[in-house]
């Protein structure tokens, strides 16, 4: 082939339409002219993505970014899902990531639950905002700052003027530290051999015994307990529902009628003994039965100390005297 000009500007041309077409498919432009279903997100940052960007589930890419724009104080991010196969959900939701602190940014489609179903063109997805790179490394330069001033201040402190007093606090209190640490060991070997109240709870078996039988005790005398709370529950509901003496006595209705009459008759009777009706009431409220009660006993005293004073034979023929 002859090297002229017209074969140089045909191979010049060529390369050119390659790296445009590779430039476009890197871009996303292509996808302009591919069929799919447009779907909407808003974010309050979108943390720098772009038109062209790609939409990726599960890491696999499934279209790209289509247009970016503001709407009530949000960023409306409209997506191309290109990739059919890609089942978007209504219970999905979408996040603005990035591949590595200076990687590209892309949005992230999760699956959602299997409750959700397939939206179509049009639909505008739940949202989940990531956290801002700038934020994050300004908090971590803010923490920076505080852990190079607390290593200033630490290098300011002369540890001499600090360990001294403390070498001097130890020579001094170190018998004092010496006899407490003496007395720990012995007391420790006392409890691990079982000497002691402390050793004997410890490793004695009877204390253990004596503390299980308590609190067998415990239990039956709360079992008890219950069945009396039960039985007692028992009477009160028999009560309640009518049954046995005292369920008869509260809920019987004639029995109360009864009652109610036995004692409104008392009160009448003891209204007419008060008035002084009737032989009862005569005879509590007339003093002339009692003048005569009391004058006929002193007849009958005065009687029987004339029988005494006369003889056997005297009383025997008054008695009998009548009968002849």
């Not at 010496?178 to 060991?185: F, G, I």
């Not at 709370?229 to 003496?245: L, P, S």
């Amino acid at each position: 082939m002859r090297n002229t000009l017209e074969t140089r500007l045909g191979i010049f041309f060529a390369i050119a339409l390659v790296a445009a077409a590779v430039v476009l498919e890197m871009a996303g432009s292509f996808d302009a002219f591919r069929k799919g279903r447009i779907i909407s997100a808003r974010f309050s940052n979108v943390l720098e993505l772009k038109r062209g960007d790609p939409v990726k589930m599960a890491g696999k890419q499934i279209g790209r970014v289509d247009r970016i724009e503001f709407a009530d104080d949000k960023v409306l991010v409209r997506m191309k899902i290109t990739e059919d196969t890609a089942v978007v959900r209504t219970t999905s939701k979408a996040t603005v990531r990035f591949s590595g602190l200076l990687g590209q940014n892309y949005v992230a489609i999760g699956f959602g639950t299997p409750d959700g179903a397939p939206v179509t063109s049009g639909a505008e997805l739940v949202t989940l905002e990531q956290p801002d790179v700038g934020e994050i490394l300004a908090k971590i330069e803010g923490v920076a700052g505080g852990v190079q001033k607390l290593t200033d201040n630490l290098s300011d402190i002369n540890l001499e003027e600090l360990l001294v007093p403390f070498s001097d606090f130890l020579q001094g209190a170190g018998p004092d530290i010496s006899t407490v640490l003496s007395n720990t060991a012995a007391i420790t070997g006392q409890i691990r051999t079982g000497e002691g109240t402390v050793g004997r709870l410890i490793y004695e078996d009877s204390l253990y015994n004596s503390a299980l039988a308590t609190v067998t005790n415990l239990n039956s005398t709360a079992t008890d307990i219950q069945g009396t709370i039960a039985e007692a529950r028992a009477v009160v509901a028999d009560i309640g529902d009518g049954k046995g003496t005292l369920g008869k006595l509260v809920r019987d209705e004639a029995l109360y009628s009864e009652t109610t009459e036995a004692m409104t008759n008392l009160k009448e009777i003891m209204q007419k003994i008060n008035r002084g009706e009737g032989s009862v009431g005569q005879l509590v409220n007339d003093p002339s039965l009692i003048d005569n009660a009391t004058l006929t006993l002193r007849k009958v005293d005065k009687a029987t100390e004339t029988l005494e004073d006369q003889g056997p034979l005297t009383v025997l023929g008054i008695l009998i005297n009548p009968l002849f």
